[in-house]
């Protein structure tokens, strides 16, 4: 089973940045398709960025330029670098792996964007 750990999250000021990051329990990390995923209150889980086992990445068009997901297979995890960072992010973002028609989902980290 596979267990997807969230950190990161806050409060953030408009324009300003956040880094965040998920932990993956297990061996099949490196192998899977990893993604971040946000849910703004009252509003569907919406895609934001994804990024294959060999590093190609793709992003969600509202975060495009602002947003850069990466990982390290080494280390189990991946990031989400958030820069530019404004009111319309603010929502409960989750780290998302996908592999072999399973979907694994984490507990969710809060980014709230207030001034």
């Known amino acids: 089973q596979v267990q997807l750990v969230e950190s990161g999250g806050g409060l953030v000021q408009p324009g300003g940045s956040l880094r965040l990051s998920c932990t993956a329990s297990?061996?099949?990390?490196?192998?899977?398709?990893m993604g971040w995923y946000r849910q703004a209150p009252g509003k569907q889980r919406d895609f934001v960025a994804a990024?294959?086992?060999?590093?190609?990445?793709n992003y969600a068009a509202s975060v495009k330029g602002r947003f850069t997901i990466s990982r390290d297979n080494a280390k189990n995890t991946l990031y989400l670098q958030m820069n530019s960072l404004d009111f319309e992010d603010t929502a409960v973002y989750y780290c998302?792996?996908?592999?072999?028609?399973?979907?694994?989902w984490g507990q969710g980290t809060q980014v709230t964007v207030s001034s």
């Open positions: 990024i294959s086992s060999g590093g190609i990445t």
């Open positions: 998302n792996l996908y592999m072999s028609l399973n979907n694994y």
């Open positions: 297990g061996s099949i990390f490196s192998r899977s398709v």
